[in-house]
């Protein structure tokens, strides 16, 4: 990773390439577990982990909520004399935050790195202009593109949804927008393409014809798709679950959702989920839950990384902080056997009175640390073996005789339904020994 910033001006000065210092540095510009060249298991920490920092958290919110206006300041947009010369400082105080951190990745909407412009076709120029100084600065600082997006969710246009909407026109203008994303994505080298369907739901049942809008929605994923490898892209494309928020209802309510929708229009070849925790949270799910339903279809992808506030029920987007939370994921992630094109990406926000330059780096490096904790710990309770050999021998029943013929598909219904009264009268009586698990996870989390 090069120490990297571009431009005249440096803007978070006093601040170093972020370094690992151990478990005992009291130094909060310091990594105290994310130590990227160690090995855990057969890879490094950086490989496991693949951090992406997210554009417009970082560099675009600054600390607007429905009750108050912005609190944290954006140098990078003073001085600018015009919307794109503000979006290339900012592009510069993105790529020096990112090398400095020294995280691999990152990811954004086409309107989070590039102002629109007054017409589609200002817009797709200012976009365009933007890319190309991408580019370079990419190669400059050793920065990847996890995945591009669409925002088609901020202008007003939208209110009544994207790809969903009613009119005809809004889907085709959603259209030119994500068309030009994928451009963004492709020339950048994206590793993945990411639908977040923000207003692709109802807010009413009374206005809506709910069939035709999903069929519209798998239609104009079908379309995207298809010119994506046209153009020759051979990332993922990946949807992100999140039941509500900003609709009463979004179509892609939560995993198992998706996968049905997937399956159901046959995009399930080229589609992946992209899970994020507080979207989990949002649906009644456990993080860890939507991360083993994806990976049990075969449908795992990529990360959104951050947290909820549980007893507050909206998306507050959170850096993440529990290593219960983090190291349950992680299992999960590593049982799917890891990151392809995926990773973790910090779908994540300072709070709006974190107003100190060094709290965004602070941010992330607890959630860097947060997740290498959770990885040595799933990393551990593989090792050790003790959690995977119980579900192995849980099931074991089903590995000969008639459990095996079950599996196979050997027996009838009769067949089955006469063994049950014949042979297994007094099956049903195995613990399941939750709280022992539970209480061998808890000594993994304090490493003994
Ligand atoms: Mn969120």
């Not at 049942?205 to 490898?229: C, I, P, Q, S």
């Not at 998706?258 to 989990?280: M, P, Q």
Request: proline letters at 4%; glycine letters at 10%.
């Amino acid at each position: 990773m090069a120490d990297y910033f571009v431009g005249n001006k440096e803007y978070f000065p006093g601040i170093a390439k972020i370094k690992y210092e151990g478990p005992k540095s009291d130094n909060p510009l310091a990594f105290k577990y994310y130590d990227a060249e160690k090995k855990v298991g057969k890879k490094k920490m950086k490989d496991h982990l693949r951090f992406a920092v997210a554009y417009w958290h970082s560099f675009c919110a600054d600390g607007t909520d429905p009750f108050g206006s912005a609190t944290i300041p954006h140098p990078w947009t003073r001085d600018a004399k015009s919307p794109l010369e503000a979006a290339e400082h900012k592009q510069d105080a993105a790529f020096e935050f990112i090398s400095k951190l020294g995280a691999e990745y990152y990811c954004f909407h086409d309107r989070d790195v590039a102002p629109e412009g007054a017409t589609p076709a200002e817009s797709e120029k200012n976009l365009a202009a933007i890319v190309a100084k991408a580019k370079k600065k990419q190669k400059a600082a050793e920065v990847k593109l996890l995945w591009g997006t669409a925002n088609v969710f901020t202008n007003p246009r939208f209110m009544n949804g994207a790809a969903t909407n009613p009119e005809f026109g809004v889907v085709a203008l959603a259209a030119n927008q994500v068309k030009a994303a994928i451009d963004a994505t492709i020339e950048l080298g994206g590793q993945g393409y990411t639908f977040w369907g923000g207003r692709e739901g109802y807010m009413s049942l009374l206005n809506t014809d709910l069939k035709k809008e999903k069929e519209h929605l798998a239609k104009f994923l079908g379309m995207a798709r298809d010119y994506a490898r046209k153009q020759g892209f051979k990332g993922a494309f990946y949807i992100e679950p999140k039941p509500m928020e900003p609709t009463k209802h979004q179509y892609d309510y939560d995993t198992e959702t998706v996968i049905g929708f997937l399956r159901h229009y046959g995009l399930d070849k080229d589609f992946r989920l992209n899970i994020e925790a507080n979207h989990a949270e949002l649906a009644g799910h456990d993080f860890a839950h939507e991360l083993e339903t994806a990976a049990a279809a075969g449908l795992f992808g990529s990360v959104d990384a951050n947290r909820g506030e549980p007893r507050n029920g909206w998306d507050t987007d959170q850096f993440p902080s529990s290593y219960y939370e983090t190291a349950t994921a992680m299992y999960a992630i590593l049982k799917a056997g890891g990151f392809t094109t995926g990773g973790l990406n910090f779908d994540a926000k300072i709070r709006r009175n974190s107003v100190d330059p060094a709290d965004l780096f602070i941010s992330h490096i607890g959630g860097m640390d947060t997740f290498a904790v959770g990885l040595e710990i799933a990393q551990r309770i593989i090792d050790d073996g003790k959690i995977p050999a119980f579900v192995k021998k849980r099931y074991s029943s089903f590995n000969t005789g008639d459990g095996a013929k079950f599996d196979k598909g050997e027996l009838s219904f009769e067949d089955l339904a006469k063994i049950g009264s014949v042979k297994y009268g007094n099956a049903g009586f195995t613990s399941g020994k939750q709280e022992y698990l539970e209480n061998v996870l808890n000594q993994y989390l304090l490493g003994l």
